[in-house]
């Protein structure tokens, strides 16, 4: 007679979506929703109206554009940074308490996007008002935070002279164009500055900050 088996029951696998995937998707959801809704909305020009327009209460579908402009990307973002920062940290590579650092204020970044989806401005009031302060307030974070950890990172890192140059690159890149706005296309400076941030979660999420193995 056969025993009863006494081995906990298997659990069924779920496969989680892939860092490439999750940063990819990051990357061109806000820039499709960037163009999508501002070819949709009358009137609407990238060179002089800011991103957060679109989302902004009074404007048509402006909960649309918070979500899939704003907090989705965020989001995937914030999960392929932190499963990019696990890989990295399982690298016996040197500066650890750096790139800790580092890239736990990418991470926080990466919340600070999403955030402004969810605290949208009023289009009648502008950003000077109520919950439109806590948007500017969580742009803020999220430019001081990747400005911050993508310097962090750049230092902390061994080698990879090619990777610390982007990386810091791009960080300074987003922090010049937070102050400073384009001569005829004073909002350009923003939009550039969020598709280089997605851009370098999407490099780092496709494993370019892998180094390459010889032959």
Known sequence: MTEPSTSPP???STRLPST???SALALLGFVGALLGFGAMLDG???ATHPVALLGARGVPRWWAFDLFGFVLPGLLAW????RTSIADNARVDGGGRLLGVGWTLCALA?????AQGMLPIDARQGFGYGVARLHTAAWTVWWIAFAAGGVLLAIGWRGRIALRFATAFVAALVLVFSFVAMPGAPAMGQRIAFVAWLAWVAC???GLWLPRERD
């Open 10 to 12: 298997r659990l069924p």
């Open 20 to 22: 490439r995937l999750l």
């Open 44 to 46: 609407f020009s990238h």
């Open 79 to 82: 999960a392929a940074i932190v």
């Open 110 to 114: 990466a919340l600070a996007f999403a």
């Open 204 to 206: 780092m999420g496709w």
